[in-house]
């Protein structure tokens, strides 16, 4: 069953963040228009776990397992509250503790809050680049909602066309890139190493 | 079962006095606790290699001789020596002479460093490190075991009849681990010439460690050393004791709030089950570490962090005193239920042995038979 992974940064309860992301999801699943394996990660709730994992190199309870599943995602909708002109901490905190490579040729919505619609072209900005980064495939729609907008039918106009793009996406534009995507151990030594093969590539002058 | 202790020479300020050793008092204390390792009984004494503050563990071979020749039976051992960026041709004669001093006392633990600036101060690129492993360690492997050798690699200026001297005691190339805590690479490494992994374990939680030593073992069998089961395995631990278990959490918690690699991050508790660190009495360090066994299986070297994050002389020394009270137990628990067809940790002894006795492997510049000299047989 396709996986799909939300993620997302509100820290009020509620939050618009998460509100936005619910809908964002809902969108998708719409536009699919079959069963999905939906995970929600909070990472409000992984704070203390993701400081942790920047001191100590490591992620550990919930968050090794919220880690898990971005990497074993097909898709992901992420959503940040704006802070200071960009995503905030936390959020970029989450991204920065992932393996390279875990988001190579994922299809990814992404999402923003804010108080005011000055901040819209965060997402243009700040997000597009950073996952570009991260070698995953953005979709064209990015949604960013001020306060405002969710008394705006218009924000639910970009939501559905945004969550059709990602549902397209799914499975079609991805392939070479995550044929390089981040593997875990077992994935790693699934087939072993030679080691023969290590020494002449170790000094290959090409390699 | 070889016990031990490995140090990585921080020079780190006492949080619960503010007071910082000096470099001489760390390069001395660091002797002291060597001594006393070897006072308790234990069987390795093993140093890190750095090359910036606020370390003092840049030069191992002069430490550990200067250890050696006030001990006598304790194995000097590295953690780890940087294969990466130290020529390899170094390595070998530095090595090798300190086996001769020793009488065979030596083995070393090869690894990658942490440090990234090491690799341009030295001249090379971190993007090749783990090439650099491979060619370097290739180069070490046949410098102790070739008396004349032929090499071109991509790493270093070429060879041709280089001889690296002096010859390793009786004919014998010290034993080598080779330490990573998350490359399989490295790990296919050390299976490939049937050498020692070690895993550093202290710092991720034992499902990777399992994960690391599980794949070792069976690629140490693929290659035709033994079985998996019989490969030569070592982990690194990390503990602190007091006799009563509260006094242990409540004079350790400073350090380990301050300690410069997880200091100001997880709690002591989560910390302490995420990872092999204990803290408690004797009987729980005895019990936690008879445990490891249960995810590596059994295994061969045991080594313990004990002197870092500013903890004093006087507390490490403590620490050694109350790890030589337990040393009897740990040994009989880790004899317990042990196969007799798992090895022990190779000593130079026991290699010797293994290679049919010792042979002087000198290689004179004069041929002893005919009198000439090298450049008369060349000619």
Do not use: C
Request: proline share 6%; net charge negative; no cysteine.
């Amino acid at each position: 069953m396709t996986r799909l992974v939300v993620v997302h940064a509100g820290l009020s309860t509620p939050s618009s963040t998460r509100l936005l992301a619910d809908r964002l999801s809902a969108a998708t699943l719409e536009a699919l228009g079959q069963p999905v394996d939906l995970t929600v990660v909070e990472l409000r709730d992984l704070a203390h776990e993701l400081a942790d994992n920047l001191l100590t190199g490591f992620p550990t309870g919930a968050l090794a397992d919220a880690v898990e599943q971005v990497r074993r995602a097909d898709a992901l909708i992420v959503v940040t509250p704006v802070f200071s002109a960009s995503y905030s901490g936390l959020f970029k905190t989450f991204f920065d503790v992932l393996e390279p490579g875990t988001l190579a040729g994922t299809p990814v919505l992404v999402g923003a809050t804010a108080g005011t619609a000055r901040h819209s072209l965060v997402l243009e900005h700040a997000l597009r680049p950073l996952f570009a980064y991260l070698r995953a495939v953005v979709v064209p729609t990015a949604v960013f909602a001020a306060a405002e907008d969710f008394a705006d039918p218009d924000l639910e106009r970009r939501v559905h066309r945004a969550g059709a793009e990602l549902a397209a996406l799914l499975g079609v534009a991805s392939a070479p890139a995550a044929a390089d995507r981040a593997q875990s151990f077992e994935e790693q030594v699934a087939a072993p190493l030679d080691f023969e093969d290590l020494l002449r590539r170790a000094s290959d002058p090409r390699g | 079962m070889q016990l031990g202790i490995f140090t990585v020479g921080d020079v780190t300020t006492d949080p619960t006095t503010g007071r910082t050793p000096t470099e001489h008092e760390r390069i001395k204390a660091t002797v002291a606790i060597a001594k006393k390792a070897e006072e308790i009984g234990l069987d390795v004494f093993a140093t890190g290699e750095h090359h910036n503050p606020p370390f003092i563990a840049s030069a191992p071979t002069t430490t550990l001789a200067y250890i050696g020749a006030q001990t006598e039976r304790i194995i000097l051992s590295t953690a780890t020596t940087l294969i990466t960026t130290t020529d390899p041709v170094l390595i070998a004669e530095n090595y090798a002479k300190l086996q001769h001093l020793t009488d065979g006392r030596v083995d070393l633990m090869m690894g990658r460093g942490n440090t990234g600036p090491v690799y341009p101060w030295f001249g090379k690129d971190i993007r090749q490190g783990l090439n650099l492993a491979v060619e370097n360690y290739a180069l070490l492997h046949r410098l102790w075991r070739e008396d004349v050798v032929d090499w071109e690699g991509r790493f270093r200026t070429p060879l041709q009849g280089f001889t690296s001297t002096p010859r390793p005691l009786d004919g014998v190339a010290p034993f080598v681990w080779h330490g990573s805590i998350r490359s399989p690479e490295i790990a296919e490494q050390a299976a490939y010439y049937g050498d020692g992994f070690f895993h550093n374990h202290i710092f991720w939680p034992a499902s990777h460690t399992q994960r690391m030593v599980a794949y070792y073992r069976q690629r140490f069998e693929h290659y035709g050393h033994g079985t998996a089961d019989q490969a030569i395995v070592g982990l690194g631990g990390q503990f602190f004791m007091r006799r009563d278990s509260q006094d242990a959490v409540n004079e350790f918690r400073p350090y380990f709030d301050n300690a410069p690699v997880y200091g100001h991050g997880p709690a002591l508790e989560d910390f302490t089950e995420a990872t092999p660190l204990t803290v408690g009495s004797p009987q729980q360090v005895l019990e936690r570490t008879l445990s490891f066994r249960d995810y590596v299986g059994h295994y061969q070297r045991q080594l313990f962090l004990i002197d870092h994050a500013g903890l004093p002389l006087k507390t490490v020394l403590e620490q050694l005193d109350l790890l030589g009270e337990i040393l009897p137990d740990l040994r009989a628990g880790f004899a317990e239920g042990r196969p007799a067809h798992v090895p022990d940790a190779p000593t130079h002894a026991s290699l010797v042995a293994a290679a049919g006795g010792a042979h002087d492997s000198t290689v004179h510049a004069v041929d002893d038979v005919t009198g000439r000299r090298a450049e008369e047989v060349s000619a």
